[in-house]
């Protein structure tokens, strides 16, 4: 059984879809399946996969997002022609439309439906149809949560008999992290106190980040408030946020690192105490997992897919709601049990969560739509 996994589309950053992306390819390569997998990939990217045993990677040149686009759509059928790939995997949204042959395609949200003001105006307009036309070319559809599922079902019709849910994984580097040398280099890198709240992500509308910062500026505890960090790069319409900071008056009270790298991650969350997501709308919401994986408390919306991911191992509460959101930090700041209990709740509910299940499960969507071919 040989199967191609189109990772062009990974971006720079390793976030969201890019860690699905190569973990997945590296939970597969592991498995003992008889799977031969080959992997194309854009050179720059190619780092990634080019050292794991079992997989095969197939380079191309750099290209621009929209390039790429056209590629797939010309040059990646003649790749699977020529390497004899029985299926295609494509996981991120777009599949080549005219390629013969047994496809999968992984749908990570519905955004571009959902919410389509959190994106250009050409970009939700191009990607509303080709999604379309992927959902119902591909002989099966992978989304990484129930509440995807129901989102995918009730916006393009009849795809519900071939979408599978699949939840990702979360690394084993994303552990409690308590070696005092791994710390203090993490604190000095980026200019991390002793104490602060955390939130990991873009710095884009869909976060919710306002509502973040009013319920933080609101906080009134009776005692000293610790930071908060924002950490992640800007995106699409951060404009907003910075006038808040100002008109709030919370230039002095945040911290903002950017994007912290992979590596670095698992010893600022277990550093943090605690973690606050309170995002409008996610398709499964990894650093959720990630946080609860490290140990630490955790509070993050109702909506979407965050309750399937936190379960009773976090705090939810309504993303819109300001005042429930700075209730629910206040008493992760002043009650030192509840922040030991959602911590150790945490940590075996993101046990639940590996990318060799995601590897497993995937591979039996493979094998039901070879064998229906």
């Known amino acids: 059984m040989r199967i191609a996994l189109d990772a062009t589309s990974l971006p720079p950053a390793m976030l969201g879809a890019a860690t699905y992306i190569v973990s997945l390819a590296h939970a597969l390569a592991e498995l003992e399946s008889g799977l031969r997998l080959t992997v194309v990939v854009q050179a720059s990217h190619a780092s990634h996969f080019t050292s794991v045993p079992g997989l095969e990677v197939v380079q191309v040149p750099r290209m621009s997002p929209w390039v790429r686009i056209l590629w797939e759509q010309i040059s990646l059928p003649r790749i699977c022609r020529q390497v004899e ?5 494509s996981p991120h949204y ?3 439309l005219a390629r013969g042959g047994r496809s999968v395609v992984t749908f990570h949200d519905m955004t571009f439906f959902r919410m389509p003001e959190v994106h250009l105006a050409y970009k ?14 591909a002989d099966a559809i992978l989304v990484p949560s129930a509440s995807t599922q129901s989102d995918l079902a009730r916006l393009i019709a009849q795809t519900t008999a071939k979408t599978h849910v699949i939840p990702l994984g979360v690394s084993s580097s994303f552990q409690p992290v308590r070696d005092p040398v791994v710390r203090r280099g993490v604190t000095e890198r980026y200019g991390l106190p002793d104490e602060f709240l955390l939130y990991v992500g873009n710095l884009e509308p869909r976060k919710n980040l306002p509502r973040l910062l009013e319920a933080y500026a609101s906080l009134t505890n009776g005692r000293v408030i610790p930071p908060l960090v924002l950490a992640g790069t ?6 907003p946020l910075r006038e808040m900071i100002e008109r709030l008056d ?3 009270r945040l911290i903002t690192p950017g994007y ?11 550093m943090a105490t605690a973690f606050v997501y309170p995002s409008l709308y996610e398709g499964f919401g990894l650093p959720v997992l990630e946080a609860m994986a490290c140990g630490t408390p955790v509070i993050t919306s109702n909506v979407s897919s965050m309750p399937e991911v936190a379960g009773d191992a976090a705090m939810l509460v309504s993303p819109q709601n300001v005042d429930a959101l700075a209730e629910a930090m206040e008493r992760l700041l002043a009650e030192p049990d509840l922040r030991l209990e959602l911590s150790r709740r945490g940590m075996a509910r993101a046990g639940e969560f590996t990318w060799r299940r995601a590897a497993e499960a995937t591979l039996v ?8 071919a």
């Open 85 to 89: 790939v029985d299926l295609l995997h």
């Open 94 to 96: 777009t599949l080549p």
């Open 124 to 137: 939700w307009v191009f990607f509303r149809t080709i999604i379309r036309w992927s959902a119902r070319r």
């Open 234 to 239: 800007r995106g699409w319409k951060d404009a």
């Open 250 to 252: 919370l230039a002095g």
């Open 260 to 270: 912290i790298p992979q590596e670095d991650l698992p010893a600022v969350y277990s």
């Open 365 to 372: 969507v493979y094998r039901q739509v070879l064998g229906a």
